[in-house]
């Protein structure tokens, strides 16, 4: 008759492998760590159809677990990217200068520039508000032509650049005019000439030489008034304010 005791030890043993061994079979398999390129292609896919969220992690994956990897720079640019898509425009921007601090020499790097300026040009405000937005569009258009010369975005980078500077004269002219009907032509005036100094090819100038003249009117300053009205008939008649100054012209003769 075999020992008890013994018995008892070995069904015992028997058990607690047994036991081990379904504990084991229970437990989920670590998730794999996917290489950078695959989880590149799932990135992408969720892009492609809108699924920011999920194409965020796939790409924040890649910078945070394949950090050396070819693919990690333009992963942090499709993090941004994802952002910009969903017109989050301040997550957007700091994934973009996160970017060009750490890949100003990447071959992506003019386009990352580029959108980190439409970053700030998609969210400009009607004149009658805050124009900060477009002078930070405008300063980083100019980086862009400034730094990357060559780029194929820096044709449009130049056509936004006229853009944000009209509209930041467009603004100046807002202002003067209505420091002008509240009666305080000596505020207006330094706006307007500052207009015409920093602003000259900008399409706000006839209004401005008009804006202008009717203030050197006010101020006494009839030569000032006449040269102005002269010089928006000679360069600009073909304007609503051009035509004003030829009408007043005549009347003047």
């Known amino acids: 008759?075999?020992?008890?005791?013994?018995?008892?030890?070995?069904?015992?043993?028997?058990?607690?492998?047994?036991?081990?061994?379904?504990?084991?079979?229970?437990?989920?398999?670590?998730?794999?760590?996917?290489?950078?390129e695959e989880l590149y292609k799932l990135g992408e896919q969720a892009l492609d159809k809108r699924q920011y969220n999920e194409a965020r992690e796939h790409f924040k994956k890649i910078v945070e677990r394949h950090p050396n990897s070819s693919y990690a720079s333009r992963g942090r640019f499709l993090i941004g990217e994802a952002f910009y898509r969903e017109s989050e425009f301040d997550k957007a921007i700091k994934e973009f200068e996160t970017f060009m601090s750490f890949y100003p020499r990447d071959r992506i790097a003019d386009l990352v520039q580029y959108r980190l300026a439409m970053a700030y040009y998609d969210q400009i405000k009607p004149i009658e508000q805050d124009q900060t937005l477009a002078k930070k569009a405008l300063e980083h258009f100019k980086k862009l032509v400034q730094d990357y010369p060559e780029s194929r975005y820096a044709t449009e980078a130049l056509a936004k650049i006229d853009i944000c500077r009209g509209r930041l004269a467009q603004k100046e002219v807002w202002v003067a005019n209505f420091y002008f009907n509240q009666g305080n032509p000596s505020a207006a005036r330094q706006r307007l000439e500052q207009v015409l100094k920093e602003y000259p090819r900008t399409l706000v100038i006839p209004e401005a030489l008009w804006l202008l003249a009717e203030v050197y009117l006010r101020e006494g300053k009839t030569a000032e008034a006449r040269e102005l009205l002269v010089r928006l008939e000679s360069e600009f008649a073909y304007t609503e304010f051009g035509r004003r100054a030829v009408q007043r012209l005549r009347a003047q003769r």
């Open 1 to 36: 008759m075999p020992d008890v005791p013994a018995a008892i030890r070995r069904s015992a043993l028997v058990g607690l492998l047994l036991m081990a061994a379904g504990c084991g079979w229970l437990r989920p398999a670590p998730t794999p760590i996917l290489p950078a």
